[in-house]
């Protein structure tokens, strides 16, 4: 299985939140199309379909857009500027790096693409207002107040791929995911495996490193469904929708397949899925 920096380093380069669904609908009445869960669409559609509710108090969640491959298309960006609540261009951006680093396709070029903007994962080159560098295997070596001061600031962290056992296993070592119920009025925007982390497992499938880091493949959990990345991308044989039928059925808990063209949204106590792509939901 492919998850994390795989698009970016094989070519050289490297759900729970929900924006204003009926605000969203009134800005994009005349694209936008409601589709039943799992539906495959044509390229240019915009799709929002709420398809749960977070399954836990949703004032102990953040902001959350959790993608696949970035914000890739208009639809997603749409909905990122819905959780933002203000223009891209007024907004403090700190961006993630570490998950790449637990990866074994991850490379210090990789790092760099993602934090200055120039993969094919678009997170870092939105035009925010700033953009500052929070690489969590830093933080337990500096003093709390510090840093706790710099997320306080932010009001979105865009979070790298790659090995999501890896990056739950450093947000819990430096304090930062305990901190998330906090932050209700920021938006994690996560990339592939900073999506994947904040699921009860990822699944055998998406296990990086063997053995994984936090012991098993168990993640943050702070959605209650898992997330199966990169569904149909070229290239990846292990991606397949088959590939995630299979994986759905031994996941043990929810779970949606998306593509790159596709992103999951959770607030509010909202789940909902923004598309131009394809993907499938598993009720569990």
């Known amino acids: 299985m492919r998850s994390g920096p795989g698009q970016e380093e094989r070519i050289g380069n490297s759900a729970m939140t929900s924006f204003q669904t009926a ?8 694209t936008a199309t409601r589709v039943a869960p799992g539906c495959r669409i044509g390229p240019r559609s915009f799709v929002v379909g709420q398809v749960g509710r977070v399954g836990r108090d949703p ?34 951006a700190l961006c993630i790096p570490t998950a790449l680093w637990g990866h074994p396709m991850g490379t210090p070029a990789g790092s760099w693409r993602f934090i200055s903007g120039n993969a094919s994962t678009p997170m870092c080159e ?45 947000m819990r070592q430096s304090g930062l995911a305990e901190l998330l119920p906090s932050l209700r009025d920021t938006v994690w ?9 904040m699921a009860p497992r990822v699944g055998d499938e998406f296990i990086e490193t063997r053995p994984p880091i936090t012991g ?50 959770v607030a509010d106590g909202r789940v909902d899925v923004v598309s131009e792509g394809h993907w499938k939901h598993f009720p569990g």
């Open 23 to 30: 605000r969203s609908h009134d800005r994009f009445a005349s």
């Open 59 to 92: 004032e102990s969640i953040m902001k959350l857009l959790l993608t696949s491959a970035g914000v890739k298309n208009a639809s997603i960006q749409a909905a990122l500027l819905g959780l933002l609540r203000k223009p891209i261009a007024d907004c403090n």
């Open 126 to 170: 939105l035009g925010w207002k700033s953009v500052g560098v929070l690489e969590l295997t830093a933080l337990p070596s500096i003093d709390k107040a510090r840093w706790l001061r710099w997320v306080g600031e932010a009001d979105v962290l865009l979070v790298n791929g790659g090995d999501a056992l890896y990056l739950a296993h450093w």
């Open 189 to 197: 925007v996560g990339l592939s495996a900073g999506s994947m982390v």
């Open 216 to 265: 098993a493949d168990v993640a943050l959990g702070v959605v209650d469904f898992a997330i199966f990345p990169h569904l149909d991308y070229p290239g990846f044989p292990d991606n397949t929708m088959a590939c995630a039928e299979k994986w759905a059925a031994r996941i043990g808990c929810p779970g949606y397949a998306i593509d790159d063209q596709t992103a999951i949204v």
